[in-house]
């Protein structure tokens, strides 16, 4: 029997994830809400996710099946989108899974509160190790006004280089459709990366009110990143931070009346950005030292701390240009990343091996304190090296991302 309230829409983008598909979709069918419309999009899968996808549709009657050739996330979602026939829409990507009561408490809160977007926390799952993660901006009711005053001046950015503001995820929120319909099928189907902020962050410009909610609900999970994995054509990935950065930023300039947010715009545009410099843009690859770590210069013998996405890119470059060496990786989740195919020991090992620097491949700004302060119990202070800040915020690494 369906639940009383409106039916939610949720959109379900899938592509060779059949290995983690069935949880995924467990957890959807099962949630206390019952009144929901569960559209999922086979974006032209081979791995057996289709067969999966049919199976469930063949013994739930809400969900709605839509198989179509490869095009990528942003046109799955608008297909999605443009199939569903909810006044409220939540994404889950086919990889992840949540919690059996999120879409009842956000649902709930959007309706008590009156309010177009509601978000929570989320759990960042890498195998049996966990950890919370929460917005950056306080929780409760902000309308119109309050947003101005307390939202827009830290929504991408929260003051450090880099901390989320409200983290761009479509998948942690619940959407009135009139609010997301249009930012969302604006989004540049070309675009690789990117594509959740291209949506959200318009969106929440343009809310009148929005809920911000301090618990975890949602479970995205954390793995040898796909497109580390995957052979991307550098002149694809140019010209997606190009879109990126220009159509989203003219957005921005559209609505400066309400709050100007190109600043933080470009900050958002450095942080993927940094990662991936020295494999993109030729004028960082000839620099000396290893970008954006100054005190690395050619030849140099490195550990890497962090193999996330940054570690990962950052390894990927310099086993290719042999830059430097890399004597070995180190992270504190380096059991699972071993499960994942990763050569990777505990930080407990580093003074096993001798090196000149150990490289802190990591973008967040606590995180980075805190790896300082417990590396520095292990290794020598004058040996750790994290990113420069100010260099990536200078006139020069601006201009070689033709950011100016």
């Not at 001046?153 to 409200?166: D, L, R």
Request: with cysteine; glycine share 4%.
């Amino acid at each position: 029997m369906k639940s009383k309230g409106n039916i939610v829409s949720v959109i379900v983008p899938i592509y060779n994830i059949s290995c983690y598909l069935k949880k995924c979709l467990d957890s959807i069918i099962n949630q206390k809400y019952k009144n929901l419309e569960i559209v999922l999009v086979d974006d032209g899968s081979t791995d057996g996710s289709s067969k999966i996808c049919d199976d469930y549709a063949s013994y739930d009657e809400r969900i709605k099946v839509i198989h179509k050739k490869n095009e990528g996330l942003v046109r799955a979602r608008k297909t999605g989108l443009l199939a569903s026939s909810g006044d409220i829409i939540a994404y889950v990507d086919g990889d992840d899974w949540i919690e059996s009561d999120m879409i009842e408490t956000l649902y709930n809160i959007m309706e008590s509160q009156d309010v177009d977007i509601v978000m929570c926390g989320r759990y960042e799952d890498a195998g049996d190790i966990y950890r919370q993660v929460y917005h950056g901006i306080p929780s409760g009711r902000y309308d119109k006004d309050s947003m101005i005053k307390k939202v827009y001046p830290n929504m991408i950015v929260n003051q450090a280089f880099f901390e989320w503001g409200i983290f761009p995820g479509v998948w942690d929120k619940l959407f009135k459709r009139v609010s997301l319909e249009k930012y969302q099928m604006e989004v540049d189907d070309r675009l690789t990366m990117g594509e959740d902020a291209a949506c959200v962050y318009p969106t929440l410009l343009n809310a009148q009110s929005i809920y911000v909610l301090h618990k975890c609900l949602y479970h995205y999970r954390q793995s040898v990143n796909s497109m580390v994995k995957q052979s991307v054509d550098i002149e694809i990935q140019r010209r997606s931070f190009n879109i990126l950065f220009n159509t989203v930023n003219k957005s921005f300039e559209e609505y400066a009346y309400i709050f100007d947010l190109r600043e933080q715009w470009k900050e958002y545009i450095l942080f993927l950005m940094v990662p991936r410099a020295d494999a993109l843009f030729k004028e960082v690859s000839k620099l000396p030292y290893l970008y954006p770590f100054p005190s690395v210069n050619k030849g140099s013998n490195i550990i890497i701390y962090c193999m996330g996405t940054y570690g990962q890119l950052l390894s990927k470059y310099i086993h290719k240009s042999g830059f430097c060496n890399i004597v070995v990786c180190v992270d504190k989740n380096y059991i699972e990343l071993r499960k994942q195919g990763l050569n990777v020991i505990s930080p407990d090992e580093i003074n096993n091996y001798e090196y000149d620097w150990v490289v802190v491949a990591n973008s967040f700004a606590n995180a980075r304190r805190n790896i300082f302060n417990n590396l520095s119990n292990k290794v020598p202070k004058e040996k750790i090296c994290l990113m420069d800040e100010q260099l990536i915020k200078s006139e020069s690494s601006l201009k070689a991302f033709g950011l100016v």
